[in-house]
Structures are given as C-alpha cells and as structure tokens.
C-alpha cells in the first residue's frame, strides 16, 4: 500500500498519525517506511517516521530537503537560495520507495502548502501518482477545513482514502465532527485517535486497506 498523508493545516498531528499507520502496518507484516520530502525548522517528524519504520533508512533517505528556519517550505527554500522541484523529489521518490510496496509519505502544513511558485504539496501528490488520506484536528473548525481538502483532492482527479481525526486536545464540537462529517461526505472517517494512543486498532487498519484494494476495483 503506498499513500500520501496531507493535513488540513499545519499542526494538525500528521507526523502523528503517519507514524501510528507505520508501526501498524509493519506489525501487520507488510515492511513498511515512511518519508518526509521536506521539512523545515528541525527535524524531529523526519526522525519520529525513521524510527517507526524501525530505523530501516537514514535520516537524509527520509527527509531529503531540510530548512533550517520554521517556516512555510517556500519560504525557508528561498531564505536558503534553495528552489524545490517536484520533478527532483519525484525521482528520490522513485528511488527510495523502490522494493518496498508498503509506503506513506507525509506532506509538509496543509494541502495547498506552497512548494515553489506556482507549486503546492497537492502538485507533489499528484506527480508520486498516490491517494491520499487527510488528518484534521479534531475541534471546531473540523468539519469546513475536512470537506475543503478532500473537494481539492477530488478536483485534481486523486483519490481520497479516508479521513483521520486527531483529538491532541478537544472542545465542545469534537464529539459531533466524526457524525457531521459522515453526513457531509461519502469518504470514512478510518479513525479518532486519543491523545496519547500508541497504537490503532486493527479494524481501522482494515478500513484503510480495505480502501486502497478498492483502487484496483472495477
């Protein structure tokens, strides 16, 4: 299974949640890693995905382009005189995912996050050629940015697997959003994780292959 994991915002427990999908499906027996195309400030997601993945690849396999300022990756590439390439990430991709069958890369803030002018990390999805699965946080607001992003997936012709929501903290909407967002649109929502939770139960693993089997259906 290869997957894209994008956010609604930046924050949103990404990191988070690709990192519970990875130690999930390597329990399951499918050798599974997990890379991070570009971070910018420190390091610590590339590194919390290196060490799901069981310290299989090195931290520079994980996360090719690293900015050292906290900031949108356009911004930090150019404070570096740096510019991204999507065609160039594409290719790492190509390379570091060949052998595994098993793969989720996560994104960088949300999903029209820019890249290079003109460029988003929608673009990069679209070009490594995989569906994707939107984490949200788990509070008011929830439900507008959910079923804007996965309208955006929609438009550009990707496929949207599922839907993760992230409770790190809640308010008083949280509880409605899984229902609310079940009315508004016809994509699962395959978990709520708790803070906290190290693992995901195995009927939310289920729910995401059974997703992504579903590609290949006529």
Do not use: Y
């Amino acid at each position: 299974m290869r997957t894209f994991v994008t956010g609604t915002d930046t924050g949103v427990g990404k990191t988070f949640a690709t990192a519970l999908l990875t130690r999930a499906l390597r329990a399951s027996g499918r050798r599974t890693i997990a890379l991070k195309p570009v971070c910018s400030g420190d390091r610590s997601d590339a590194r919390i995905l290196a060490a799901a993945a069981g310290g299989e690849l090195a931290i520079d396999e994980v996360n090719p382009l690293w900015f050292a300022l906290p900031l949108a990756p356009l911004v930090a590439a150019r404070s570096e005189n740096h510019t991204i390439s999507v065609p160039a990430l594409a290719a790492w991709f190509r390379k570091t995912s060949s052998g595994h069958d098993s793969v989720l890369v996560e994104g960088a803030g949300g999903w029209l996050t820019p890249l290079a002018p003109g460029t988003s990390i929608a673009d990069l999805c679209a070009a490594l050629g995989l569906p994707v699965v939107v984490v949200a946080a788990n509070r008011l607001g929830c439900v507008n940015h959910t079923l804007l992003t996965v309208e955006s997936i929609r438009s550009r012709g990707l496929r949207c697997l599922g839907i993760i929501l992230n409770s790190a903290s809640s308010d008083d909407s949280s509880a409605a959003n899984h229902r609310l967002i079940g009315e508004c649109t016809d994509i699962p929502v395959l978990a709520e994780i708790a803070h906290g939770q190290r693992e995901l139960p195995p009927e939310v693993l289920r729910k995401l292959l059974d997703a992504a089997a579903s590609l290949n259906s006529p």
